[in-house]
């Protein structure tokens, strides 16, 4: 009530009091003013509730649209470790052909001459770098974005864990492919083939290293479906489904508190081995 609103209330008593006006009217224009005064109140309240409701569909507009756009740097780090892991995987597979075919029991010794890898060491230190940098920065994006789910850390812990095993698998390849990928020599060509026992051996040491690959591959696969869920789940409405890894390694489900647990001494005790 402001102060006009009390003279006037003040006024009218005092007519009550001097027998000018009946209680009757003095009731009524109570009820009057406190109709006035709770609809005045009513009509705060509104334009809280609707500046609150107006904040809050704001801050959820901010929280989609950073959520979007940590999911967009994301999925570009997703596609250039893919396009790596795929280049380098081509490339280990068709030197394994090359040899098979060098190999042949129906090979003359003319064409086995001919058959010489097209690619070079380099090609291969290439391919090499641009994985583990394309790893490299999944577990920046990782290590930037655990406030967006706890449950982030556990591919943390399993990138490492095969960056590890990477690591191992090429320090055996490695020296095979420098010893027996071709090198250019002025204008000439060397080309040191594998004996047939060295052929085996770098057959195992490659299906060895693709074999790493894949195991990054469904842990990467896995942690996509995760950040899809969290960043993008809410916004669509929807959830990615965890299927099964067609090369039969386990998926990483984290539906709950025990599963996330396990996981994370899982790779824990890879690491402490």
Known sequence: MDYEDFSNVRELWMARSQGLIQPKDVVTWLIALVGIAATGFGIIHQIRKSLSNTLLVQRENIKQDYQLRIYKDFAEHIATWQDSNYRLGVLLHQTISVFSAYFGDKIKPEVRDSIVPSWRINEFNILFDELRRARDRITTWIDLNNVVSPHFRVFTMALLSSSIDENEAYSNLYPLLVEHMPIEV??????????????????????????????????????????????????????????YHVDGVARIRIETEEQFRGWLAYFQRKLDA
């Open 186 to 243: 002025l204008s000439s060509v060397v080309f040191n083939p594998p004996s047939i026992s060295e052929y085996e051996l770098l057959k195992k040491t490659i299906s060895a290293y693709l074999h790493v690959m894949s195991i990054e591959r469904s842990y990467v696969a896995d942690l996509e479906t995760l950040a899809q869920n969290v960043l993008l789940g809410d916004i669509f409405d929807n959830t990615a489904n965890i299927g």
